[in-house]
Every structure is written in C-alpha cells, then in structure tokens.
C-alpha cells in the first residue's frame, strides 16, 4: 500500500485513519490491480471489501474463477485491513488460503479484518464470497500477517 | 489444470504421464494465465517451472511484483506439480506462502515439486526467485495441498 | 479422533450426531490429550472447546505456555470441530497458527468451528485465548482442513 | 529459545553463534520440551535435528503419534533453526504444518533449515520424518516464520 502524500507531508499513521478515498487512490496506483479491476468498497481495519467483477480473462480453463485471481484478492484485502491498523506503508509477509469451492458468478468479493494488531504487525483473516442471481456464496478463507516498514522506505 | 481432450477422450492419469507440451496447452488455456503472461518452461512432478515476464502492469505502486501475482504463480506452479503426479483434473486446495523480500527484476520463476502423493492428494512445495541483470534471487516460498477431482468433473 | 463402537457397531456419521460426552471420551482415548490434561467443554461443528489448565511442565523456560501445547490445541479443537460435522474418524491434514501473543496464565482455551463442510472434508478455524485475573484473551488464530477416513480405517 | 546467560551477561547474537551443548541447555531449560522428551541432535541454521522418542503417553487412540505432537516438533525445531540465524532471544510468529501420513515407529525426528533470513526474521522449513525397523519415512513438512526480540525482553 501507499498513498498520495498528504499536502503537509505527514504520514497519518494508524492515528489518523486513512479515508476510503485515500485507499482507493491507493489502489488503483496498483498497475496489477488496475489490470485486474479491483475495486474497494470498504476500508476499515474491521472491515475492508474489495470486489472483482469476474470478467472472462479472469477465468481458468473449465470457467471458473482462477485459484491465483482469488489468492490476489485474498492478500490485497488482508494488507489493506492491515493498513488500516498499521498506516499506509505495509506489506503481506505472509498468508494462507483455503479454496472452499469453485467460484463461477458475477463478483469475487473479499472482506478483511484484522484480528490483532500491535504497532508493527498486524494478523489479519479474509473470508471470499463469490456472488450470482443466487445470492452470495463462502467460496475461500485467509489468515496472514502484515508487517510496516519504515517511513523511509516510503517514496 | 485440465487439457485438450485426447482424441480417444481417455483420462491420462498419473500413469500415463503429460507431456510438457500438452502441459503448456493447458495453461495456455487458462484465460488468467494468458493475460499474466505465463510460461511454462519444465514440467514433472520433481520439476515444474512457470516463469512470467515482469511486466509493468504486474507491478504494484512502488515498482515491485504485486504480491497477488506472485501468490498467482505459487499456486499454479503448486498446481502442475500437483497434475504431473495425480493426472490433469486437479486443483488446489489450500497452500501457504511466505514472501522473503519486495520483487524487482525481470522475470519471475516459480519452481513447484511433489513433496509426497497419494493416489487422489498430493502435498507440493514451490520456491520462487526473480530473475535480473546480477542473477537470481530467492524471493517468496509456499506449500499447499492439491487433489484430483473424479472424472465426471472434467469437461 | 474415534469412538466407543456403539452398541450395534453403527457408525453415528454427521446425521447422528456425536453427543458431548461420547466426545469425551473420545479426547480421554488419546493417551497424549490425557498427557496434556486437556479437557472438552463444548462439542458441536459451530463451537468446540477444548481448555488445558496451564501447569508447570506445559511451559517454556521463560514461564510463557510453549508454542508446540498452543500448537496441539490449536490441531485437536480443529480435529474435533471436523468430527463434529464429518462423523468420528477423522484426522487433520494440514493447519496454520498464528500467534498473537506470549501465553501467561490460568488456562488455555481452544475454541473451533466449521467454516465449510463437504462430505469428506472440513475447513476449520480456531480461536485461542488465555484465561487469567483479569479476563480472556485472545492469544492465537488457526485455520485447518480436516478430511474424513473410510470406515475400514477405523479399529 | 533463551539461553543461561553468558558469565558476563553479553548477548552471543547470531555472530557470536550458539554450540550444540549450549542450545541442549536451552531445550532442557523449557518443562514442556522435558516433558515430551525432546532430544537436539544437531544445531546450525541449515540443519537442527529434533527427535522424540515415541513412548506411548505420546500416542492418540489408534496408537499413532499425535498430530498435536508433530506440530511441537514442527514449531520448537523451526524456533531453533530461526535461533540459529538470530540468537537465542527468537519465537516463532506463525507456522503451517501438512501432515503426509500416519505416524507409528520409534522416533519422530525433525529436520529444520532457515530458508532465508533478514536480521529480525527467519523463514524457516522443516521435514519431519518416523524412523523404525524399515527405515526413516517423511510424515509432515512445515513453514513457518522465526522472530527476534529485543534483548530487553530476554530474562
């Protein structure tokens, strides 16, 4: 993560939340995810939300979601729960993810949240949901660790 | 994974092993494959390689490999290990990645291997390196489980 | 995990569900659990908890509880949770913790549910949380797969 | 890990590195390791060996080691090997563990190495393995994330 710097130059910090429209300039300074089309409908460290209208590149070869598009969604929507703890300048240093079932619908959805943060590490989980005419259906879950990194290695 | 029906329409299963050649069919495929830009440059149980150009829409907003495409690659690569030892129906379950450090350079290579199979499950691991101009560099590591799905499944 | 065989030798199955006390005695069956001094407090898929009263020689030498006991309640509340949707012969296949904090205090306290349940196989996860003085608190996360064993398999 | 403090009370780090009689102290300075009758047979950063004896207090009900008995080796030899690279003042953050096969033999052992470490964190690995009458057999593999703390916490 990242964001614009603030006209001041201050990092906000965990003190001074980072406002959804921060987080999706953040975002979408993300070429990847731009080339995904992800988008963020939540950000908060309780509840962060990035969707992902499951167009065809998106897919593998029987129709389904791709395993490694919602490996994506699940570490992008945990280092944005851990941002909202930790400030803008953090990483995913590690997760794990259980594919549930396979996912064929219209949106692949994250939600994130952290489940215990301290000042320099955060461990967050994700549940996935992939949503049809049908409604919304558990497709995936994570749990990983987000870790800040020093105010100078922020550009 | 899956592939090309063969022309007798039999399941090659792990005793009749993919050739790389049909192994690259398969992820060539894959519609997220093709827009990542994956190639597959080995292929057997004890030696999968998927390699993918670092191009700069797979970046993040610092100029480094997002994370999400690096966990694409650990579960694909995971994945083929996977097929080579269970045959082509098969998808992932659940893996595990640890990333070692931010990802700059030229080509990212996923390396995958059977660390023990069943005959319906097979556990793998996957190291993954950049590639640049002073050689190569280990940069993110991932274990997970990949199992065969019956036959009525496969298209 | 296993069972006392029931009076006709009928395997109860996720459809005849595992009462409280036959879980018991099933967690009483496994030598290491009574090594532990692990009890069970609560049995079904939604909430499973398991409680280790944390003496002595369950510690590490800075007087915290050690990782490997957290880690061990952590496996058998997922087991359990797994029995308690998929039916008594069980075995956990893969997890991952992730602690949150030094354990100090009078009691650990597992607790474990389903996140997804096929018909052969569970996604679990687990909370844990340490009891002293001054409350609960939460102390480690998990997130496992727990897969069903044919009736053969069981004695 | 911890060690008995050095007669003047200096920190050996990782560049003063712990001798295989020191780290046997430290195992033996943790009950739950005495308990279980952990052994460490060998101590460096790309190669710590653990090994337990499998009496049968160790057993669950089928006669088989514990899962959760696996997973204490799993977690205390990736910490040595993590302390191996880091010092003595190291815990594990988080570990994944596969299980591959049911456990019955003489002894459990586990072999640790640090897959890459930076000067506060190790990821380690771990292939844990049954020796009996017929040989050694692997029976779980493990991934795990190694942390240093500050010396201020070490007693």
């Known amino acids: 993560m ?8 201050h990092n906000p910090g965990p003190d001074m939340p980072i406002a959804l429209d921060d987080a999706r300039r953040i975002l979408d300074s993300q070429p990847f995810s731009r080339l995904l089309g992800a988008e963020l409908t ?32 699940a570490d992008n929507a945990l280092t944005f729960a851990g941002g909202a703890a930790l400030g803008p300048s953090v990483l995913t240093a590690e997760f794990k993810i259980n594919f549930l079932r396979p996912v064929k619908g ?24 992939v949503q049809d005419d049908a409604g919304e259906h558990a497709c995936a879950v994570a749990l990983g660790t987000i870790v800040a990194f020093g105010p100078a290695t922020e550009a």
Do not use: T
Request: with cysteine; aromatic share 8%; charged share 20%.
């Open 106 to 129: 219209e949106v692949l959805v994250a939600r994130a949240a952290v489940v215990h943060a301290g000042r320099r590490q955060a461990v967050c989980r994700c549940e996935l949901f």
């Open 2 to 9: 990242s964001r614009p710097a603030a006209p001041n130059g």
């Open 42 to 73: 939540a950000f908060a460290a309780d509840a962060v939300e990035l969707r992902i209208p499951l167009r065809p590149e998106l897919l593998q070869q029987f129709g389904f979601a791709h395993g490694g598009l919602i490996a994506y969604a």
